[in-house]
């Protein structure tokens, strides 16, 4: 294991998306749900919050505003094209204490998600989200038997900076989350000749733009070039964690 300033908190933008996928799948909640779909949440800090269009990565949730979708459409827009309207209606559903769960059952120890997305009220409270890379792998690590959860995270549409690193075809379960001065991926790599292996890259400083395309992000093409940096040394990290036969990872859910 190579670990780099591991422990250090950073604001979590989309990864805690994960967690909030998750805390719905083991709580069991039925993909065909019915959900209204509003642009109106409780803040954590009392009152209301929305969500800005033109903050959002996916137009598609916003043109069924009004409407009534099943809650699997919500979870795939929240993972394949991180939607932020989708999230927040995604965790109204899941609750804030299921998702500290999730973290909590990963053993984290330093990453939260106690607010939703543009939540600024509680962000004004000193309510953040936070992670660290150890904290992501943690949570990857936590997913082990959830082929579901997996699945969804292979289906990233995003595929810009750690999944940008890796030969075209591998398998790679993930998510990543930007915006102005943040940019962080963590994913489950599976390649055809050795033990998968899990990455996680945090990035806070000017070279992340908050650009959707790795071209406008310079931060995008530097995890990009750690992701392709441990494939080219793949044998040998998982040579020295001690594994010597690769698992067969479980075929996606379509």
Known sequence: MFERNGDEPHDAASTMKVAVLTALHRAGADPREP??????????????????????????????????????????????????????????????????????????????????????????AGLHNLVTARDLV???????????VLALLERNAFRVDLAAGLPPGTRVAFKNGWFPGVRHCVGLVSPQDCPPYLL?????????????????????????????????????????AGRTAPPVPPEPVR
């Open 35 to 124: 959900v209204p779909v509003v642009n109106g949440f409780v803040s954590r800090a009392g009152g209301e919050f929305a969500n800005d269009p033109d903050r959002d990565s996916d137009p598609v949730p916003w043109t069924l505003l009004g409407a009534t979708v099943p809650l699997g459409l919500l979870t795939e827009r929240m993972i394949t094209h991180s939607s932020n309207l989708a999230t927040n209606l995604c965790l109204a559903r899941a609750g804030h204490e299921a998702v500290d769960e999730v973290w909590r059952r990963a053993g984290a120890t330093r990453s939260a998600s106690p607010r939703g997305i543009e939540d600024h009220p509680a962000r004004a």
């Open 138 to 148: 943690r949570l990857l690590q936590s997913l082990d038997g959830e082929p579901e």
């Open 200 to 240: 996680a890259v945090c990035y806070s400083g000017p070279l992340a733009s908050g650009a959707d395309g790795a071209e406008a992000d310079p931060a995008a093409r530097l995890v990009a070039r750690v992701s392709a940096a441990v494939w080219a040394r793949r044998h040998a990290i998982t040579r020295a």
